[in-house]
């Protein structure tokens, strides 16, 4: 009964939680400083962390990589899985969740918050007989994930600012859980501070080098002492000819007897640049990314490349993809699915180069698997009408147990000889010498 009135009331509320989904959570200023700070002496948020080039490529090449697959409603017919597009659900998914967003960008929104955040929320507004007709992103700072106390049904809170807070039933949350455990997604930006506080400090560093200065940390000792005046003049003109990243590894001239003297080390001592190459690996393990996809080529070669690209879809876009059909599955189409669930097709990220695909077409076709209309849909042309539905295959092809058998030679057949018409005078010739044959006596 609790959980049916909470239902109720956050059903009877005029404004809908999501519908103030993309006011500012706060000023500019503020959404990357604060939070705690890491041992390299920098704060790490899920704001920060995209100023990051190495976190945003992650994110980036994840949230759009899902965004794009087409996403249907689907039913196995008789002749397999058949797309419902008429069905409002597909409508959803496919091309429109809500009035403001697309497919692609819910879909890209919600991967990229529970990559930050661990999760992604959209709250499902349905009509009066429960069905859904909307999809409504929530920013997850908003929403806190809660459990009754009594029943153990969970629920969702959300702040809806100046209105306070408003309960949402989980039937009608469309949560995209991220890696973690229960229902709650952990914020993998929290997990990894220290990698990305590293490398942050490390881009701050590389920023400061270039920007005091791309030579040595150096001091100018005098041996003849300058007025304050003289030695104002003398920085003042140092800085000039050789302060800058324009200004850099230049010969410096002093005057007045003095000499430089080297403190500090330089950027190939430091290893900077192996320390920033080695960073783009260390975070792309915490998003599960490989480097070659954040354009980090190193140890790709042309020889691996393809086949690296299609591990990339296994093990790094399909948990992502399957945590969207499962959430879809339940919540969209409910408990009683009559056979309609949802599928992201990812066959356009498995193709091969143009050579591999005809090898494959053409095994296909030859085994009878595939028609002529099947392998145009596949690469998106145009079919050639009701002949290209017809499936061959290669005659020669038989049955295990009939290889070894000679097949039995079919009898020739005979053929009677036609008979040769004879003339008259032909016919009368004849019967006179078989009258002379008869009239001879035999000889003993």
């Not at 990339?312 to 948990?319: L, N």
Request: charge should be neutral.
């Amino acid at each position: 009964m609790l959980d049916g009135f909470r239902i109720g009331l956050a059903r009877g509320i005029s404004i809908l939680a999501q519908r103030v989904s993309t006011e500012p959570r706060h000023t500019a200023g503020s959404r990357v400083s604060g939070g705690s700070r890491t041992l390299a002496g920098v704060a790490i948020t899920p704001d920060s962390a995209v100023t990051i080039a190495t976190v945003w490529a992650c994110l980036r090449y994840l949230s759009q990589t899902v965004a794009v697959l087409p996403w249907h409603a689907m039913k196995d017919g008789a002749k397999g899985a058949e797309i419902q597009s008429k069905h409002s659900v597909d409508y959803l998914i496919y091309k429109r969740p809500n009035p403001e967003w697309s497919s692609f960008q819910f879909r890209e929104t919600l991967t990229h918050w529970a990559l930050r955040w661990g999760n992604g929320y959209a709250e499902i507004e349905r009509d009066q007989l429960r069905r859904p007709f909307a999809l409504w992103p929530i920013h997850p700072d908003r929403v806190e994930v809660c459990r009754d106390t009594e029943t153990g049904v969970l629920f969702y809170e959300v702040s809806n600012g100046d209105c306070g807070k408003i309960e949402i039933a989980a039937m009608d949350m469309f949560h995209l859980r991220g890696f973690g455990e229960g229902p709650v997604g952990v914020n993998v930006i929290h997990y990894a501070a220290q990698s990305l506080g590293w490398a942050k400090a490390a881009q701050m560093f590389g920023s400061a080098f270039f920007g005091n200065g791309a030579t040595p940390t150096t001091v100018v000792k005098n041996k003849k002492a300058l007025s304050p005046k003289g030695l104002a003049k003398q920085r003042a003109e140092f800085e000039q000819l050789y302060k800058g990243p324009y200004r850099a590894n230049k010969t410096a001239f002093l005057d007045n007897d003095a000499e430089i003297e080297k403190l500090g080390l330089n950027a190939e001592e430091t290893q900077l640049l192996e320390t920033h190459q080695f960073l783009v690996e260390e975070i792309c393990r915490w998003f599960g990314v490989p480097p070659h996809k954040v354009m980090h080529l190193l140890r790709a070669t042309f020889s691996n490349i393809e086949h690296q690209a299609i591990e990339v879809v296994v093990d790094s876009v399909s948990p992502w993809v399957k945590r969207f059909e499962d959430e879809a599955d339940y919540k969209l189409f409910g408990q009683n699915r009559q056979g309609l669930y949802t599928k992201m097709n990812m066959r356009a990220l498995m193709r091969g180069d143009q050579k591999t695909r005809g090898e494959y077409y053409k095994l296909m076709r030859e085994v009878g698997a595939y028609s002529p209309n099947r392998i145009l849909e596949l690469e998106d042309e145009n079919t050639i009408g009701a002949i290209g539905d017809i499936h061959t295959m290669n005659s020669t092809y038989t049955t295990l147990d009939r290889i070894g058998k000679e097949p039995a030679k079919p009898a020739p057949v005979q053929t009677a000889e036609p008979a040769l018409e004879e003339d008259a005078d032909a016919s009368t010739a004849r019967a006179a010498f078989e009258r002379m044959i008869a009239l001879e006596p035999a000889h003993a």
